[in-house]
């Protein structure tokens, strides 16, 4: 990737994307909601993204990362890969949610 490139590509970008990808079960999005643990932009354009889930037992793991991916794509066009991985540790909480999130739940 060139440095114009991975200069162009920040944090930022990627977690405004990544707020279009929507719970359907609270109605947020998962950035608001705390899923999203760590963002990675590697030299080589692609974008590693670390995220978990409210609960094990919760299906929508393959969504979430192919939604992931696709705003990713659509939002940031010169990637040259997206990958997601789901971790369980640290255990997500309600802690996590972001005072945006909290404020849309009604939380506080």
């Known amino acids: 990737m060139t440095s114009l490139l991975q200069s162009f590509i920040t944090e ?3 977690l405004a994307a ?17 899923l999203i ?3 990675e932009i590697r030299e ?5 993204i670390t995220i978990t889930l409210t ?6 793991h393959a969504s979430f990362a192919q939604e992931i991916e696709r705003v990713l794509w659509q939002a940031i066009p010169d ?6 991985e789901l971790v369980w540790k640290p255990a997500w909480s309600p802690i996590m949610i972001s005072p945006e999130g909290r404020a849309l739940l009604g939380i506080d």
């Open 55 to 60: 609960t094990p037992g919760c299906p929508l």
């Open 44 to 48: 080589d354009g692609r974008i590693h």
């Open 79 to 84: 990637l040259t890969g997206v990958a997601v």
């Open 18 to 34: 990544i707020k279009g990808v929507i719970d359907p079960e609270l109605g947020i999005n998962i950035v608001d909601l705390g």
């Open 37 to 39: 643990y760590s963002v």
């Open 12 to 14: 930022e970008m990627v």
